[in-house]
């Protein structure tokens, strides 16, 4: 079954910390994983993502941490900040044509707190 | 208007009513997503329109039907709807070559009664 375990599934951050989200998969044949941040009443929007030829990629705070012998992949943000208080969805996609079907986790409520 | 703009943004529905939610993007692009968003549950997928051409129907229920009349505009239309079917309903369009970059509207928080 095509599926991607998120964890935690909420999370509560002092500012100046660091937020660090997990997603595990099992579909070897996933090559693009995405991270999307979701605001009350907003839509989610994509904020990093990454494919499978790197270990980490990053923007800004963000990082993705990538392991592909373990199928997980991470989020750290550095130095959080009230701002970044938002759920947080993984994605994987990817192999046999169906590029468009983004499978998600069920997502993470990150608060942090001033 | 930028982006992607759906409406209405609430919607309260008997189970015997019939509506529809609009989605429209504003991005140029060719492919357009029907997503249902229900808490503590990943997104799932319903519908996908690539350059207007149903490719995908997730196993949906035929009391959700979507309609793709050109690139720029979605709708889902509804009808005879149930309980369980509350949810927050997003839409989300791309560019048919990039199908991973999926740009989300704000949703339809849609109640059945």
């Known amino acids: 079954q095509q599926q991607v375990k998120q964890s935690p599934q909420s999370l509560i951050v002092q500012k100046g910390g660091i937020s660090i989200i997990n997603c595990a998969y099992e579909n070897t044949a996933f090559d693009y994983f995405p991270w999307y941040q979701q605001f009350p009443g907003k839509g989610p929007a994509l904020l990093i993502a990454?494919?499978?030829?790197?270990s980490e990629k990053k923007e800004g705070r963000f990082t993705i941490s990538f392991n592909k012998s373990a199928k997980q992949f991470s989020l750290h943000i550095m130095d959080s900040q009230p701002g970044d208080s938002a759920t947080y969805f993984c994605?994987?996609?990817?192999?046999?044509?169906?590029?468009?079907?983004?499978?998600f986790g069920k997502g993470t409520l990150l608060t942090v707190n001033p | 208007e930028t982006g992607v703009t759906q409406t209405p943004r609430h919607l309260v529905m008997g189970m015997t009513n019939k509506k529809s939610l609009k989605c429209e993007q504003h991005?140029?692009?060719?492919?357009m997503y029907w997503y249902k968003q229900s808490a503590k549950k990943p997104l799932e997928l319903m519908f996908v329109?690539?350059?207007?051409?149903?490719?995908e129907n997730n196993s949906v229920p035929s009391r959700f039907s979507p309609e793709c009349p050109n690139s720029s505009h979605l709708f889902l239309h509804l009808h005879t709807l149930q309980p369980e079917d509350s949810a927050l309903y997003l839409c989300?369009?791309?560019?048919?070559?990039?199908?991973?970059?999926?740009?989300f509207g704000p949703g339809t928080r849609l109640t059945v009664l």
């Open positions: 989300a369009s791309s560019q048919v070559w990039s199908p991973n970059e999926q740009f």
């Open positions: 994605a994987a996609s990817g192999g046999g044509g169906s590029n468009y079907k983004l499978t």
């Open positions: 990454i494919r499978p030829d790197v």
């Open positions: 329109y690539s350059l207007e051409e149903r490719v």
């Open positions: 991005l140029g692009h060719n492919a």
